[in-house]
């Protein structure tokens, strides 16, 4: 996938929206392109700086461009924090022309026993939380159909670009049980609960893990929303 945003992007340049820790930047440098990013969060901000990235701190809607332009935005698992018609206005005005607009989110299908012990402990320790889970009746893709397909219409409601593609990629990554319980705090369902009831998701999320042999792997398919831009109007 970053492969086909660099070659379908007319040069280097690329701005990653909502860079996080830099994880998508890393990929693109290494293909090639010169990243900046754009971060609301500074401790985040701050972390992928330290990687050897430029990073500046606002939200895209309110990010000043100050005149400057680029050959691709990007943005990985963070499109849906921002305005859909708005985000993609401005996608248009720092693009130049021939410009490639990629947002792009990496869906998967947790296990069924580890999202049941997950779904479980989490409804326990915080039952008023906005982030409810249980097992999905429907395949995950589905389900994230509806943020690609709100993801294109900002798009075309937004004027100035080709009609959006849809991208997709399938592949799988395995977890040890420490590796998936390493990354768990930083899940934004996660990220606001007090230690001890952190401690309790993860304690039995981590014995579903251990019942399965103590590993498991994960289907993932990345799934990425392209528009070209076809104006500088």
Known sequence: MVERIVTASPGPDVLDVGCGTGIAARQFQAAGCKVLGVEPDPRMADFARRGGFEVEVATFEAWDAAGREFDAVVAGTAWHWVDPVAGAAKAAQVLRPGGLLAVFWHVFQLPPEVMEAFAVVHQRVAPDSPFQFRRPARPALDVYQAILTKAAGGIRAAAGFSDPEQWRYDWEQSYSRDEWLDQMPTSGALTQ?????????????????????????????????????????
């Not at 304690?203 to 104006?231: E, K, L, N, W």
């Open 193 to 233: 609960l007090p230690p001890d009831k952190l401690a309790e998701v993860l304690a039995g999320t981590g014995a579903a893990i251990d019942a399965m042999g103590g590993s498991f792997t994960m289907p993932y398919t990345t799934v990425a929303v392209t528009a070209a831009r076809t104006s500088t109007a």
